[in-house]
């Protein structure tokens, strides 16, 4: 079992810069509009040839209300007519993409994200679904991870028993907050008893895991009400808790705006939450997995973590980062073998452009030889918080630290503060260091001294 973070203040302050989530290396920031369909085409030919295993991602970027605190691609709209032309172009690239792909490569991993995904009504959720499965070979056992985004506002039994029905065994509930007075200041009106019933309804209808979304640094909350917070959620005993540090960028995210800026905690009520906030979870058996997420101990995650074998991908920490992942909706990301590209981010263009028959591909990236040994490096310490040199030497025939030598001074730095331990042949990121794991993995980012960094949240 790994030990449990150790909490160091100073350290935090220290090294609590702003960075990449790594949920990708090369981050989205790199990709450019060179690569094309063309590209995508390839990708999925090759994809087709090694019968690689599928994971779907869908994004309905619907909501019928704004949140402030929200940097997801949303359109906010009461009118819910204007799902079905969505719906109508993204059957149309489920099928240009689908054809490109051998029927034999299963859907290992489905996950419908947003927006909120269940803006659909019943019958356009039958609909999409019946559309997957005419197109993909999802999975009829049960067998398979299909996960969706569930606003509990937006959702109640009959909803939860539709979606049981039509195959997921997954939930991620957003929640954020339970005060009231940090609700109205975010404009997410959501009671404790709304989202209790659906997981009581989840948990009846046999989903296997349930997740909660929570965030600290919104305006209006204290140390002491988000405890509250976080002890109430305890007591729905999720699965998995997601515990994001509130970003405030009001010049790139227009909702942001409506925000007080003079409400927000401080720097330093931020970081009392988050102490606070991993202190109830340890005690209530919680583990930390990396990156602002928490599982059980029987849960498949912190089980994959346990035995070195979890990735993480655009959909987050994942079992099954070996799928190649196909992004489909506005905005959505796909990784392809070497390739990333991204759908056009523009619910109009994105339309238009399958309108005329033609995949709305409009940027991404191919990861070059760099990239590669890069993103395996990031991804070991982000997972599973230790790198064995030999493994990367062996699988990209280099010496490391001949090819690393220039950021050595950087990692004595860190293993000198007491981050990592860094030995002749393995880095290990130690109990004070887990926290901060990012800002070791940036010390392996070839780009990220060229980019603006206000552009990223801080690690903490």
């Known amino acids: ?11 935090i302050r220290r090294y609590d810069l702003a960075g990449p989530r790594y949920t990708s290396y090369p981050t989205a920031v790199q990709f450019n509009s060179q690569v094309g369909t063309f590209d995508l085409f390839h990708a999925l030919r090759d994809s087709r040839k090694a019968l690689r295993p599928l994971s779907l991602y869908v994004h309905v970027p619907f909501c019928a209300n704004i949140c402030y ?43 419908f994200g ?32 299909y996960g969706i985004e569930i606003d509990p506002r937006e959702a109640d039994w009959s909803t939860m028993g539709l979606l049981r029905e039509l195959g997921f065994n997954r939930v991620s509930i957003g929640l954020q907050d339970l005060d009231p007075a940090v609700q109205r200041a975010v404009n997410r009106l959501q009671s404790l008893e ?25 305006p209006k909350q204290t140390p002491e009400n988000f405890a509250r917070t976080v002890e109430e959620v305890i007591s729905l005993q999720p699965d998995r808790l997601s515990v994001f540090n509130y970003a405030h960028l009001p010049e790139r995210f ?3 705006r409506r925000i ?48 070195q074998t979890l990735q993480r991908n655009f959909q ?19 990784q392809i073998g070497d390739l990333y590209c991204q759908n056009n ?55 490391f630290q001949g090819y690393f030598g220039a950021l050595w001074p950087q990692l004595q730095g860190m293993a000198n503060d007491g981050l990592i331990t860094l030995e002749r042949e393995r880095i290990e990121v130690l109990p004070v260091g887990r926290l901060l794991v990012r800002s070791v993995c940036m010390v392996f980012d070839a780009y990220l001294e060229q980019q603006n960094r206000q552009r990223f949240s801080r690690v903490i």
């Not at 940097?71 to 799902?83: E, H, L, M, Y």
């Not at 928490?294 to 346990?306: G, H, K, S, T, Y």
Request: glycine share 6%.
């Open 69 to 111: 605190y929200c940097a997801c691609n949303k359109v906010i709209t009461k009118d819910r007519g204007r799902a079905q032309p969505y719906l109508q172009r993204l059957e149309q690239e489920i099928q240009l993409i689908a054809c490109h792909l051998e029927p034999a490569q299963k859907v290992e991993q489905l996950h």
């Open 316 to 334: 987050g920490y994942t079992t099954h980062g070996h799928c190649d992942l196909i992004g489909l909706g506005v905005s959505a990301i796909s």
């Open 254 to 256: 227009m909702p942001q």
């Open 114 to 145: 947003g927006g909120t995904p269940t803006f659909l009504s019943h019958d356009e959720l039958r609909q999409l679904m019946a559309h997957l499965r005419k197109h993909f070979n999802l999975l009829d056992d049960d067998s398979g991870d």
């Open 260 to 307: 007080n800026s003079h409400e927000l905690p401080s720097p330093a009520q931020k970081l009392d939450m988050l102490q606070r906030t991993i202190e109830q979870l340890t005690a209530a058996g919680y583990r930390y997995i990396g990156m602002d997420h928490f599982a059980l101990p029987d849960d498949e995650l912190a089980i994959a973590q346990e035995e």
């Open 194 to 218: 709304e989202t209790r019933a659906v997981i009581d309804a989840a948990r009846t209808l046999q989903f296997r895991s349930i997740n909660i979304d929570l965030i600290y640094g919104l």
């Open 1 to 11: 079992m790994l030990d449990a973070i150790r909490w160091d203040t100073d350290l």
């Open 345 to 399: 981010s523009d619910l109009n263009q994105y339309q238009n452009t399958l309108a005329a028959a033609q995949l709305a591909t409009s940027r991404g990236l191919v990861c070059n030889a760099d990239d590669r040994l890069r993103r395996a490096v990031i991804q070991q310490l982000i997972c599973n918080f230790s790198l064995e040199f030999a493994e990367i030497e062996q699988a990209f025939n280099i010496d």
